[in-house]
């Protein structure tokens, strides 16, 4: 009987850890989410708003997806980036079966300013950053790569796995442009590739990466 109980407590320290982990969903409209240029909403189009940045709605899932398809004359030629500060121990992107272009995806952990960059086809659909350091502020940053086909990018949500949900400001830090990250640039003549890439759905690739002293994975 002792064992049988030892057993038991064990398993359980096992499980509750995991079991006490949450999951919260961002769309991709949430304040939290910077948008650069800046996200133009209906209000602001009116009042003159122009950037590559726009909102559309996906009848498949029924929400507000933010895409864009690359610079514009309009805004400057301007690179379009996005950027989100998060504290989780678990990231998941979700693009859509529209989304087929070519990225490059940046973690960084502050202060420690340890970061991580690959370049990736958003066609995968989901984009899974997992085994982070929650105890640290985390940003993620896609650039938007020019090639010589037309493509879109598009933002469906962001998941993040947590501790707890309703403690907002642990896992949410304020809202700003990364330091650390260079701002946009005039868009380069084009040299990448971004054809949808067949196929790529079922494939997984695992990077291990160090962030702030603790191994973390990007799947890709």
Do not use: H
């Amino acid at each position: 009987m002792p064992d049988s109980l030892s057993r038991i407590c064990l398993i359980l320290g096992l499980l509750l850890p995991a079991l006490a982990n949450q999951d919260v969903v961002l769309l991709s409209t949430d304040p939290d989410i910077i948008y650069n240029p800046p996200l133009c909403t209906p209000s602001s189009i009116v009042a003159g708003c122009t950037s590559p940045w726009q909102l559309s709605n996906d009848t498949i899932s029924g929400t507000t997806v933010v895409y864009t398809d690359g610079p514009i004359p309009q805004a400057g030629n301007v690179i379009p980036q996005m950027f989100f500060n998060f504290r989780a121990s678990a990231l998941y992107l979700r693009t859509t079966s529209f989304s087929n272009a070519t990225v490059n995806l940046t973690l960084t952990a502050e202060p420690t300013d340890v970061s991580i960059t690959t370049e990736l086809n958003t066609s995968i659909s989901l984009i899974a950053a997992v085994n982070i350091p929650d105890t640290q502020t985390t940003t993620l940053g896609v650039t938007f790569l020019q090639g010589d086909l037309p493509t879109r990018l598009d933002i469906e949500s962001i998941t993040l796995t947590v501790a707890n949900t309703s403690a907002t400001s642990s896992f949410l830090p304020s809202a700003s442009l990364p330091i650390s990250i260079s701002p946009p640039t005039v868009v380069p003549s084009p040299s990448v590739s971004s054809t949808p890439n067949s196929g790529v759905t079922n494939k997984v690739t695992i990077i291990s990466v160090i962030l702030g002293g603790t191994l973390g994975a990007l799947l890709l």
